[in-house]
């Protein structure tokens, strides 16, 4: 007792008392949390797929399906796995709201409870590409900007545009423009092959090469205009007209101005 | 001593021994007229200047070659790539040459102004008529011009071996092959081997920087003899006749324009490479024959070659172990080399219509002249629905368009198009004759309403001035030419089916609203 009361008033006391505090908390929490978690997954699994199937029937089946077996006008979604049902769902795709051409960006419908509960459904119906957890995405880490490039030329620019601008593809589908894109999206995309976009596995591009390819693109992204405004990165088609509107266009003028002091 | 003394001494000592007084003060005196559209020919002329300045500051850091090497300068999303010599010296240029991105782009930009400027100045003398005799012989060398600037142009922008020029070298050798049985050998000929090789590079940068430009120092030179030679041609006007020119002398205040001009046209291509980005080769990338990017284009003024590529139909013929790719003969060949064959022939092509075989120094309105304005307006929508199609990619994406709806509007649009705008602009230039006419003869409307005595409403017209009169009524009205089938004597003209041609183009090209004349005047007047 002596002793505690002699070192109770000492300047350490203070902060080591907080620290010990903190260490206590920290430590009952996560042994708390750790197990709730894995007391709870099985449960909270089914019934998050529970919720997932009834979004999926108000919202989803009149096009895919009771049972996700697919329809006349929409695919059969057995199998494609909740990196598919993520990337759909979370850019607003799906639901699509005009079917004339490809489903495009939106703001998403449902939020990400909700999506997580329908990519959960659909994962549930068979195996298919998972999620990317965010430690899979670490690009900062695992990639290389300047391999990325290579890949992403040799892999991505005959639709995406040299820049990730997006381009055109026939009958009015697009590939659209990669700036913006949140990286979780990017690899999904990659490994599901959403629309028009083929599929590349791991197989074709390792994981680490789809790091690579996703650094490149953020780093396209945040790269700055060096040699003045951009035109919009879609190579010359802009310059001409710049050239000819704004270059020729004050040309003229001046002409016009010459000729007229004259008189 | 005096400035003016000092500069007497000086020009006293070049006299004494050249006696270029007398020459020089003859053609310091030389009279120029003035209208804004004849400076279009001195942009592109200054923009050459400004072109050979940036070229020569390039030409010390660029190397020409397809030596591969392993990427080590500053820009990081390239680094460690390997890639042609070619490419890395104008990474250098562009990152660490100090000022070297924005004289790239002074280069550049200046090409665009240098071509845009060509074909503006093509459209005023083709509108003008300033082709017609003395000067055919002027406007052949101008569309040798043009010509050598669209190669001139490709040329430069293939040299830095970026993805995006490496596409263009790629379709070129296309259009190589695609000549009947010899294509493939001169392609071989071209690469020194299979594309991509490593000498083409090399061997256009020869071209592009002493054989072009040596051609284009000697075409200029020959253009702008010939028009000192034989005197700019000049708008019709009170006092202006094919006799003289009215204007003002060279020295001093062509002199003090034309040199003021000179560094407006260095402005604003130096302030558009400051402020605007042009091949940004860096997001590229090296060129990879098996890379390409969406929404690959040329330049503009190669654009239409690549829309009318575009746009045509999937033909091939294999005959006698050739085959003949129609689809790239056709559009990338045959077409452009009527088109230019017919550019350079139409000042023979029109004397040979009208009969008109005397020398003209007066412009011509284009109202004036409806058929050679309607022809202009049908060839230059031929190209810009061409040119669109050239750019259907891009206009697909950013206007939420389908390519495949484009192509087709413009295949048909480029055959169905240019015949409607011929008619249109034909009409368009009758009409704005017949507004001349009432012009001259009821004068200006004023919109004042005037109210007569017994009620009636007329509107005040205002006589034109004498000098408008003149402008509205001083041209030639010449009538079409006389053909008959038969001659005086009754016998049987020679080449009837040409002469029947002739005619047919003949009357089409004399039609005309007839001008205002004196004794219209008169009985107005008399009323």
């Given at each position: 007792m002596k002793r505690l009361s002699r070192y109770r008033?000492?300047?350490?006391a203070g902060p080591m008392l907080l620290i010990l505090a903190l260490l206590g908390i920290g430590t009952t929490f996560s042994i708390a949390s750790a197990t709730t978690t894995s007391q709870t997954s099985k449960v909270d699994r089914s019934v998050q797929i529970e919720e997932g199937r009834q979004i999926f029937l108000r919202g989803c089946s009149s096009c895919h399906g009771l049972n996700a077996e697919g329809g006349q006008i929409a695919p059969s979604l057995i199998g494609v796995g909740a990196a598919s049902v993520d990337f759909q769902v979370g850019t607003g795709r799906m639901p699509m709201a005009d079917m004339s051409t490809q489903a495009m960006r939106k703001a998403?419908?449902?939020?990400a409870q909700e999506t997580a509960a329908l990519a959960a459904y659909v994962a549930s119906l068979a195996p298919g590409p998972e999620i990317p957890s965010d430690s899979q995405l670490n690009y900062e880490r695992d990639g290389n900007t300047a391999q990325g490039g290579e890949l992403f030329r040799n892999n991505c620019a005959m639709c995406h545009n040299f820049a990730g601008q997006g381009g055109a593809l026939t009958q009015g589908k697009y590939a659209p423009t990669l700036m913006g894109v949140d990286p979780k999206y990017i690899y999904e995309a990659l490994i599901t092959g959403p629309q028009s976009m083929p599929v590349f596995s791991d197989k074709t591009i390792t994981p680490a090469e789809k790091m690579s390819i996703i650094k490149w693109i953020k780093a396209a992204e945040k790269e700055p205009n060096l040699g003045g405004a951009?035109?919009?990165?879609?190579?010359?088609v802009t310059e001409g007209l710049l050239g000819w509107i704004l270059g020729l266009g004050i040309l003229i003028g001046v002409a016009v101005w010459l000729a007229m002091k004259a008189r | 001593m005096t400035i003016e003394s000092g500069l007497g001494t000086v020009a006293n000592y070049v006299d004494e021994r050249t006696g270029a007084a007398a020459w020089m003060k003859k053609n310091l005196q030389k009279v120029f007229p003035d209208h804004w559209s004849f400076l279009l020919g001195e942009v592109a002329l200054y923009s050459f200047v400004i072109l050979l300045l940036s070229g020569t500051f390039l030409t010390f850091w660029f190397d020409p070659s397809q030596r591969e090497v392993i990427y080590d300068g500053g820009?990081?999303?390239?680094?460690g790539l390997k890639m042609s010599a070619a490419y890395a010296s104008t990474l250098h240029i562009s990152f660490e040459v100090r000022g070297g991105l924005l004289m790239r782009q002074v280069h550049h930009w200046a090409a665009l102004i240098f071509m845009s400027a060509i074909v503006a100045h093509l459209l005023r003398v083709f509108f003008t008529g300033a082709f017609r005799k003395p000067r055919e012989g002027n406007w052949i060398i101008g569309i040798g011009l043009l010509t050598l600037g669209i190669v001139e142009g490709f040329l430069g922008y293939s040299l830095p071996d970026d993805l995006l020029s490496g596409t263009g070298i790629r379709i070129a050798e296309a259009i190589i092959q695609a000549l009947p049985v010899v294509g493939s050998y001169i392609s071989y000929f071209a690469f020194g081997g299979a594309f991509p090789g490593e000498s083409f590079i090399p061997r256009i940068y020869t071209v592009h920087v002493l054989l072009l430009p040596g051609a284009f120092l000697a075409l200029i030179t020959a253009h702008l003899m010939l028009v000192w030679y034989q005197k700019h041609t000049q708008y019709p006007g009170p006092g202006r006749t094919e006799k003289n020119v009215v204007g003002y002398p060279l020295m001093p205040t062509y002199m003090a324009k034309a040199g003021g001009f000179f560094f407006i046209v260095f402005g604003v291509i130096a302030f558009l490479s400051a402020v605007a980005s042009i091949n940004p080769i860096w997001l590229y990338g090296p060129y990879t024959p098996g890379q390409i990017s969406a929404g690959s284009q040329p330049d503009w003024y190669m654009g239409w070659l690549d829309g009318l590529v575009r746009m045509a139909p999937p033909l091939e013929t294999h005959a006698l172990g050739h085959t003949i790719s129609w689809n790239i003969l056709i559009p990338g060949l045959i077409v452009p080399g009527i088109l230019f064959t017919g550019m350079a022939l139409y000042p023979f092509i029109e004397s040979w219509i009208t009969g008109d075989k005397r020398e003209h120094h007066l412009l011509d309105r284009p109202r004036n002249a409806p058929n050679r304005t309607a022809l202009g307006a049908m060839s230059l929508t031929f190209m810009l629905v061409a040119l669109i199609n050239g750019g259907n990619d891009i206009i697909a994406t950013h206007f939420s368009l389908t390519i495949n709806q484009i192509m087709w509007f413009t295949r048909f649009g480029v055959l169905i198009l240019p015949p409607i705008a011929f008619v249109i602009t034909k009409r368009l230039c009758l009409s704005l004759q017949r507004a001349d006419r009432e012009l001259v003869l009821h004068g200006r409307e004023t919109g004042t309403l005037l109210r007569l005595p017994h009620g009636e409403f007329v509107e005040v017209h205002e006589p034109i001035s004498p000098e408008k009169a003149y402008l509205l009524t001083a041209h030639e009205q010449p009538p079409a030419l006389e053909l008959p089938a038969v001659d005086a004597h009754g016998v049987k003209r020679a080449g009837g089916l040409r002469n029947k041609l002739r005619s047919r183009m003949s009357v089409a090209n004399a039609e005309a609203i007839t001008k205002a004349s004196v004794n219209d005047l008169k009985e107005i007047d008399h009323h």
């Open positions: 008033r000492h300047k350490a998403p419908l449902y939020d951009s035109l919009g990165r879609v190579g010359p | 820009y990081q999303p390239l680094a």
